[in-house]
Nanobody, 118 residues
């Protein structure tokens, strides 16, 4: 069974880099499509970006200049980095697996709360 587990700091200071990792079990990071999705307080889910098993990356255009998604084949995981974090980046962050860059998402991590504050 596929399982995803997010990890990373729960509190990030404004202007610093927000970094999260999603560890995969039951599948390979070199297969399928692996996405980062977030939910700000009081808002709906927001797709941030996807990395394909091939390593090709797709980003939400509104975030493209601020985010990176990194594939780590040795650890079978993928990571998210958001530079110059602001309080608007406060959200629950999820990693998910899909069969395409647009979903549907078959497997989700439990989510991790990240708060950006000065």
């Amino acid at each position: 069974q596929v399982q995803l587990q997010e990890s990373g700091p729960g509190l990030v200071k404004t202007s610093q880099t927000l970094s999260l990792t999603c560890r995969i079990s039951g599948d390979s990071v070199t297969a399928n499509y692996w996405s980062w999705i977030r939910q700000p307080p009081g808002k709906g889910l927001e797709w941030m970006g996807t990395i394909a098993g091939s390593g090709r990356i797709y980003f939400d255009p509104s975030l493209e200049n601020r985010i990176s998604i990194i594939q780590d084949t040795s650890e079978n995981q993928f990571s998210l980095q958001v530079i110059s974090a602001t309080p608007e980046d406060t959200a629950i962050y999820y990693c998910a697996r899909g069969t395409s860059k647009s979903g549907p998402y078959e497997y989700w991590g439990q989510g991790t709360q990240v708060t950006v504050s000065s």
